[in-house]
């Protein structure tokens, strides 16, 4: 019912004579009717902000705890397990995403863990990477000999790619050119070297294709968050598109995408589920890197492009 078939169906209670009251009543209900749209309308709007930042924080924790990324680097593990006979899959799994959840953190956050400046927004991640090295510490020494190799050399690399070892000298990350390649090497000792190395008998050959094309794939993943933190890195330190510059960096990683497109067809065969599963998956990332600006959202590479080895994993299970 509109606001004035409202007033004229109310008409008759009025005197009609007496004007001051008409106008009185007209005034007094227009501006509780309009009182009570604003009043709602506001409490509808507050709910939705208060939902909206609540997600947005619990977004944000969710990435800068590297949640997201372990469970990255846990699909490219199941990808590997799922091309070679394991024993103690999920006791591997749970060391795999525990051990890459407590290595990120450490190498995001050894600044502040060196400071010891914590407040109780900050010091929580820090007691979330502590519960996770503390659970996959325990759980190394349920895993093989060979497991434990490839586990230590991947700590290895992220220790030095985060902490000096001597007190005059830099991490390897700020020497030139190394940043990408320790990255690439720590990744595989957790997604290709530690899935192998669970089973009886490891097989040198499988390690080799599968750690070329995950290789790749992991060396072109970077280039978009090398592509966004031009911006914001340090003039020391030389990434490839500060060298060779952001046009020929995309097209180093669309060639590199089709290379290790083709070693997988030649590898495993066309037919093969982890084949097709993984042109698709080269496919969206070379998407994504040609997409990929200095100046893009946080989100694009830290939540979209870290993500998509999950949409492999699962790729995988519908072919």
Known sequence: MSFNKLIRSHSHQLNPKNRISTSIFHSVFFFKSKLFQK?????VKFRYLHVRNLL?????????SSIH???????????????TAADQEYTLLIFIFFSALSAYNFIKFFPFFKSQKFSFSTALIPLLTLIAFLISGAVIFLLPSLVVAFALLGGFL????????????????????????LVVLSWLCLTVGVPLASAELFDAALFFKLGLVQGIYIFVAILPFEIGDLNSDAATLQTLPKTLGVKRVKILGILLLLFGSVIAVLSFGFASPFVKSSLITFFI??????????????????????????????LIYYF
């Open 285 to 314: 990332l070379g998407l994504s890197l040609w997409r990929s600006n200095k100046n893009q959202s946080a989100f694009f590479a830290r939540f979209w492009v870290e993500g998509i080895p999950i949409l492999w994993c699962i």
């Open 69 to 83: 990324v372990a469970l990255a680097v846990l699909a490219l593990a199941k990808i590997s397990l799922l091309s």
């Open 56 to 64: 947005k924080k619990l977004l944000n924790f969710y990435i800068k």
């Open 158 to 181: 992220a220790l030095g790619y985060a902490v000096p070892f001597q007190s005059t000298l830099s991490n390897w990350r700020s020497k030139k050119g190394w940043k990408m390649y």
């Open 39 to 43: 009043f709602y309308s506001t409490a």
